[in-house]
């Protein structure tokens, strides 16, 4: 079963941020209840996979200045029929900043997210159902903006306040300190 795959990440997301439950157990019932889940084509809602994008000394995250939706945000997209939604995050990352050495941290889920999409030309609105996962630049940092971007940057974590008060950027911030304490 190809949901199999992001069920077990959930679990295993939950032993280790118990206090999330309430977030998982929606994305875990909008799993189960929907085959088609990792397709745009589902109207009410999809998977969408997306990096935190750190630099290599863990100081600093990409965000992008999303065209469509006018804010300061973490590289990811649709998956589009995948079910491998670190690779959706890897694939989304290196479109969006042109950063051609990127490894993932870990292969477990960093952070999930549910919000809102506004309604825009014949798309209704509808939830993305977004699974983060900890990435890190390995290479050059010289980035390149996409069409789907008004810009990038890379954003030391304590002026990231100054970019956004997005709840969830600013409770990834605090995961990768956390991180960081058991490097």
Wanted: glycine letters at 4%.
């Amino acid at each position: 079963m190809h949901r199999n795959n992001i069920l077990a990440k959930l679990d295993s997301y939950l032993k280790k941020f118990p206090d999330e439950q309430e977030t998982v157990n929606q994305m875990v019932s909008f799993v189960e209840a929907n085959k088609d889940c990792f397709e745009r084509t589902l109207s009410i809602g999809h998977i969408t996979g997306s990096a935190w994008l750190m630099d290599e000394n863990y100081e600093r995250a990409l965000l992008t200045h999303h065209r469509k939706l006018d804010r300061w945000l973490q590289p990811g997209g649709h998956a589009d029929g995948q079910s491998n939604v670190l690779a959706v995050a890897m694939r989304e990352s290196e479109e969006e900043s042109g950063l051609a050495e990127i490894e993932p941290v870990s292969d477990s889920l960093f952070d999930i997210d549910i919000h809102l999409i506004p309604a825009r030309g014949n798309e209704a609105e509808h939830f993305h159902y977004d699974c983060r996962f900890l990435l890190r630049s390995v290479g050059s940092d010289q980035y390149t903006v996409s069409e789907e971007s008004d810009d990038l940057a890379w954003i030391l974590l304590s002026d990231m306040a100054s970019y956004t008060s997005e709840v969830s950027i600013t409770r990834m911030v605090d995961k990768v300190r956390s991180y960081l304490t058991y490097l």
